[in-house]
Protein backbone atom coordinates (compact mmCIF):
# COMPACT_ATOMS: atom_id res chain seq x y z
CA UNK A 1 0.00 0.00 0.00
CA UNK A 2 1.41 3.41 -1.02
CA UNK A 3 1.43 6.35 1.61
CA UNK A 4 1.84 9.08 0.38
CA UNK A 5 3.32 13.07 2.30
CA UNK A 6 2.85 16.19 1.46
CA UNK A 7 5.14 19.13 1.96
CA UNK A 8 6.04 22.51 0.74
CA UNK A 9 3.14 24.84 1.81
CA UNK A 10 4.04 28.14 3.49
CA UNK A 11 2.97 31.45 3.28
CA UNK A 12 3.62 33.54 0.09
CA UNK A 13 2.98 36.73 -0.98
CA UNK A 14 0.52 37.39 -4.11
CA UNK A 15 2.26 36.39 -7.36
CA UNK A 16 4.95 34.82 -5.58
CA UNK A 17 5.23 30.39 -6.19
CA UNK A 18 5.66 27.89 -3.87
CA UNK A 19 6.68 23.83 -4.79
CA UNK A 20 4.57 21.36 -3.21
CA UNK A 21 6.07 17.69 -3.02
CA UNK A 22 3.92 14.75 -2.70
CA UNK A 23 6.88 12.05 -1.53
CA UNK A 24 5.45 8.23 -1.68
CA UNK A 25 6.53 5.25 0.60
CA UNK A 26 5.17 1.60 -0.68
CA UNK A 27 5.64 -0.09 -4.18
CA UNK A 28 3.00 0.42 -7.41
CA UNK A 29 3.39 4.61 -6.89
CA UNK A 30 5.10 4.88 -10.39
CA UNK A 31 2.14 2.84 -12.34
CA UNK A 32 -0.87 4.76 -10.68
CA UNK A 33 -1.92 8.70 -11.57
CA UNK A 34 -1.60 10.93 -9.12
CA UNK A 35 -3.69 14.20 -8.38
CA UNK A 36 -3.04 17.34 -6.00
CA UNK A 37 -6.52 18.23 -4.27
CA UNK A 38 -7.53 21.50 -2.29
CA UNK A 39 -9.89 22.65 0.46
CA UNK A 40 -10.16 25.80 1.74
CA UNK A 41 -11.90 26.54 4.98
CA UNK A 42 -15.54 26.08 4.81
CA UNK A 43 -15.28 24.74 1.06
CA UNK A 44 -15.39 21.32 -0.51
CA UNK A 45 -12.35 19.34 -1.77
CA UNK A 46 -11.65 20.21 -5.13
CA UNK A 47 -9.45 18.68 -8.05
CA UNK A 48 -6.46 20.74 -8.80
CA UNK A 49 -4.15 18.71 -11.09
CA UNK A 50 -3.80 15.31 -11.81
CA UNK A 51 -0.78 13.46 -14.05
CA UNK A 52 -1.17 10.06 -15.60
CA UNK A 53 1.81 8.00 -16.44
CA UNK A 54 1.86 9.73 -19.71
CA UNK A 55 1.73 13.22 -18.33
CA UNK A 56 -0.69 16.22 -16.93
CA UNK A 57 -4.37 15.16 -17.92
CA UNK A 58 -6.12 17.72 -15.87
CA UNK A 59 -5.64 21.23 -14.22
CA UNK A 60 -8.91 23.15 -12.43
CA UNK A 61 -9.33 26.30 -14.85
CA UNK A 62 -8.37 28.52 -11.75
CA UNK A 63 -4.68 27.34 -11.77
CA UNK A 64 -4.37 26.73 -15.89
CA UNK A 65 -0.84 28.47 -16.74
CA UNK A 66 0.22 28.83 -13.41
CA UNK A 67 0.41 25.42 -11.87
CA UNK A 68 2.41 22.40 -13.21
CA UNK A 69 2.45 19.26 -11.95
CA UNK A 70 5.33 16.88 -12.57
CA UNK A 71 6.61 13.59 -10.83
CA UNK A 72 10.07 11.93 -10.35
CA UNK A 73 9.60 8.40 -10.49
CA UNK A 74 13.48 8.04 -9.06
CA UNK A 75 12.48 9.85 -6.28
CA UNK A 76 8.60 8.54 -5.75
CA UNK A 77 7.96 12.16 -5.32
CA UNK A 78 4.91 14.00 -7.34
CA UNK A 79 5.42 17.79 -7.09
CA UNK A 80 3.11 21.08 -8.13
CA UNK A 81 5.03 24.19 -8.91
CA UNK A 82 2.34 27.09 -8.21
CA UNK A 83 3.09 30.42 -9.79
CA UNK A 84 1.51 33.89 -9.79
CA UNK A 85 -0.43 32.70 -6.61
CA UNK A 86 -3.14 34.46 -5.82
CA UNK A 87 -5.37 34.66 -2.25
CA UNK A 88 -7.45 32.70 -3.82
CA UNK A 89 -5.07 29.63 -3.74
CA UNK A 90 -5.52 29.71 -0.31
CA UNK A 91 -6.40 25.72 0.67
CA UNK A 92 -4.71 23.11 2.42
CA UNK A 93 -2.94 20.95 -0.15
CA UNK A 94 -3.39 17.18 -0.34
CA UNK A 95 -2.17 14.30 -2.85
CA UNK A 96 -3.09 11.50 -3.49
CA UNK A 97 -3.44 8.27 -6.04
CA UNK A 98 -6.33 8.77 -8.43
CA UNK A 99 -7.98 6.16 -10.56
CA UNK A 100 -9.08 7.95 -13.71
CA UNK A 101 -12.09 5.97 -15.99
CA UNK A 102 -14.36 7.14 -18.19
CA UNK A 103 -18.55 6.63 -18.17
CA UNK A 104 -19.76 7.23 -21.58
CA UNK A 105 -18.29 10.46 -22.45
CA UNK A 106 -17.31 11.68 -18.72
CA UNK A 107 -14.39 11.45 -17.74
CA UNK A 108 -14.25 10.76 -13.63
CA UNK A 109 -11.22 11.02 -10.75
CA UNK A 110 -11.61 8.88 -8.24
CA UNK A 111 -8.80 9.66 -5.29
CA UNK A 112 -7.51 6.56 -3.57
CA UNK A 113 -6.98 6.04 0.18
CA UNK A 114 -7.26 8.19 3.16
CA UNK A 115 -6.19 11.50 2.86
CA UNK A 116 -3.00 12.70 4.94
CA UNK A 117 -2.24 15.65 7.01
CA UNK A 118 -1.71 17.88 3.97
CA UNK A 119 0.69 20.90 3.22
CA UNK A 120 -1.08 24.23 4.18
CA UNK A 121 -0.92 27.38 1.70
CA UNK A 122 -1.46 30.64 2.46
CA UNK A 123 -1.15 33.57 -0.09
CA UNK A 124 -1.27 37.17 1.61
CA UNK A 125 -3.03 40.28 -0.92
Known amino acids: QVQLVESGGGLVQAGGSLRLSCAAS????????VGWYRQAPGEEREKVAV???????YYAESVKGRFTISRDNVKNTVYLQMNSLKPEDTATYYC???????????????????WGQGTQVTVSS
Open 51 to 57: LSTSGPI
Open 96 to 114: AEVIVGKYYSTIYYDPLGT
Open 26 to 33: GSGFSSNA
